[in-house]
């Protein structure tokens, strides 16, 4: 029963990252589902899971976009662990607290590209790109944020929050 | 705990450094597994787009059905003398055509992929059709940009506006050229431009793309002009691209120089 729901989640995240462009005008960028994605599968797990999870969607990303492996692999990781040590102490079902991991994380997730683009020399690291993509990005990852939680918890099931851990 | 998760941190991050430096890219081969997948999206959300517009535009279509029926009877006498004039350019068009063979490829676009850092277009066409790294893409309307990858049936395009994307421009009747590059998803810079007769509104051309002699090619109009005072390296230009690459349907491949 699960199991349907879970697949048609992933294959829907995978075809909407896709189509995004289509729908957006150019000079909006798309929400970053991988990164949303792989907050809310880590939100219930250890931090050692966390990173391989964050790792193993980044490196998928890499993959699907054909782009410089380990990229956008280090920059999740590092997002989801981030996010992760910052939303410990904070209530599951809050959405301020979904907003806080979604921000620590795109923060975090662009420090990482930020040294990687300077380490490649890659010509896009610069200033015009992080005001054009980094801040849109920002925008649309949290305006997506809540439905996009609300989608997961439809196919995965609602997360035990700290409070009924207490119990 | 933390050390063990800390360690780990620190090698995935090592290995990251090590891989974008000195990996290749991941072939495109992996990326096309799923291109079917997002083909079905787009086509889907195209057609949504679509869908929309035109519920816009229906308001205004009754008044406009009424003008245009005017225009129609003056056009139909226009299109008498237009047919005649069309039969001997589509002659000029063909010799010029078997003269310099300039398209090898018309594909389609499949599929746009706008993320973090790129722009990139997606066509239907791959190696085995004779698409080639490198390679110009155009449309009647203007550069689109140059193939990055190429696999079997289909390959990606970095478009004008990829930050990454490079494009030696020049304005129509001046001296001097320069180079312009994309800005992150929005539109061209131009630095270093020696003419100072360049304005707003006027046309830019390609000058050099990807490295190769090619006929010029429209590549949009320039938006912004700037002069810094005491500057003796020329104007800065801003460039909006004559093509909307968020509503490209086919595009055309030129032969590589």
């Known amino acids: 029963m699960i199991l349907w729901r879970r697949i048609v989640f992933f294959l829907v995240v995978l075809g909407a990252q896709g189509a995004m462009g289509a729908v957006l005008p150019v000079f909006v960028s798309p929400p970053d589902l991988f990164l949303l994605t792989a907050l809310a599968l880590t939100s219930r797990l250890t931090p050692l899971w966390t990173l391989g999870i964050g790792y193993g969607l980044g490196l998928a990303q890499d993959i699907l976009g054909a782009g410089a492996l380990g990229f956008h692999a280090a920059g999740i990781m590092a997002g989801v662990l981030a996010a992760g040590f910052v939303r410990r102490g904070l209530s599951n079902d809050n959405s301020l607290n979904h907003t806080i991991g979604v921000v620590t994380a795109l923060l975090t997730k662009w420090l990482v590209f930020i040294a990687l683009g300077y380490w490649t020399r890659l010509d896009a690291m610069n200033l015009e790109t992080l005001l054009y993509r980094f801040v849109p990005e920002i925008i649309t990852t949290l305006l997506l944020g809540p439905f996009f939680f609300a989608f997961f918890n439809w196919a995965f099931g609602k997360s035990r929050s700290n409070e009924d851990r207490l119990f | ?257």
């Open chain 2, 1 to 257: 705990m933390n050390s063990r998760v800390g360690l780990l941190f620190a090698t995935l991050l090592v290995l990251s450094f090590i891989s974008t430096r000195f990996l290749p890219k991941a072939p495109l081969v992996l990326s096309a597994g799923v291109a079917p997948l997002w083909t079905a999206f787009y086509a889907v959300s195209s057609n949504l787009r679509g869908f929309t517009e035109a519920l816009v535009t229906e308001r205004n279509l009754r008044s406009e059905n009424a003008e245009l029926r005017t225009r129609v009877a003056v056009a139909e006498t226009d299109n008498k003398r237009l047919s005649e004039e069309l039969r001997k350019l589509e002659e000029v068009t063909q010799i010029r055509a078997t003269i310099s063979p300039g398209v090898v490829v018309v594909a389609g676009v499949v599929g746009l992929q706008f993320d973090s850092l790129n722009a990139l277009v997606r066509i239907n066409k791959g190696a085995k059709d004779g698409v080639q790294e490198k390679m110009v893409v155009t449309t009647p309307q203007g550069l689109v940009g140059e193939v990055m990858n190429v696999e079997q049936g289909s390959a990606l395009v970095r478009t004008l506006l990829d930050a990454e994307f490079r494009v030696g421009v020049k304005v129509a009747k001046l001296s001097g050229t320069a180079l312009a590059r994309g800005v992150a998803g929005r539109f061209l810079r131009a630095t270093n431009y020696k003419s100072t007769n360049a304005k707003v509104g006027d046309t830019v051309w390609s000058a050099n793309v990807a490295g190769g002699a090619f006929p010029t090619i429209r590549v949009g109009r320039i938006t912004k002009r700037i002069e810094l005072s005491g500057d003796t390296l020329g104007l800065t230009l801003e460039i909006a691209p004559a093509v909307d690459i968020s509503a490209l349907e086919q595009v055309y491949l030129l032969r590589l120089p």
